[in-house]
């Protein structure tokens, strides 16, 4: 796992006059919590969770072990110009419970500049299976980079097709 420069501009903090910055879904998952969690721990998996064609292929293939691990994922949008890359430092690593991460996008120095957005797996296990809560949390994001970047970017539509993938993969 790379760790990798970053830049620690504060960047939490700012909020307009949006009432909600953070959109969610759940699902129960027909799988135990530590299956599910070794998905998401796995960046090489991620592209087959990701609904759209976004997530191309993970450029670090190995687990994720702790929070500030760094990987990085081939991401395609015509939006963003066509391909580019995405580093994302995990916030969060509680084993069978919780991961997230920030994503970022590195500079011409190599100092990676994180969005202030966070992508967040909360995981509780039931009679059922597992409860999956995918969080999608933009409050963090600075005024300039809300400038350049429409947030929300997904809906909660497509938080439930990604959380169908993950099932898919877990069941």
Do not use: C
Request: net charge negative.
């Amino acid at each position: 796992m790379r760790k990798i420069e970053e830049d620690r501009t504060p960047s939490r903090g700012y909020v307009d006059d949006m009432t909600t910055e953070s959109i969610s879904a759940r699902r129960t998952v027909n799988a135990p919590a530590d299956r599910i969690f070794a998905i998401l721990a796995d960046p090489a998996r991620h592209q087959d969770i990701e609904p759209t064609d976004w997530v191309r292929d993970a450029v670090d293939s190995q687990p994720l072990t702790a929070v500030g691990d760094v990987f990085a994922m081939n991401m395609f949008h015509v939006g963003q110009g066509g391909d580019y890359r995405m580093h994302n430092k995990v916030t969060v690593f509680d084993r069978d419970s919780a991961i997230a991460w920030e994503p970022g996008q590195a500079s011409k120095s190599g100092t990676v500049n994180y969005g202030g957005w966070e992508w967040r797996y909360d995981l509780k296990p039931t009679d059922e299976g597992t409860d999956v809560t995918l969080n999608y949390d933009w409050s963090g994001a600075s005024k300039e980079v809300r400038a350049v970047v429409p947030f929300p970017a997904v809906n909660e539509d497509y938080l439930g097709k990604s959380l169908a993938g993950l099932a898919a993969l877990a069941e």
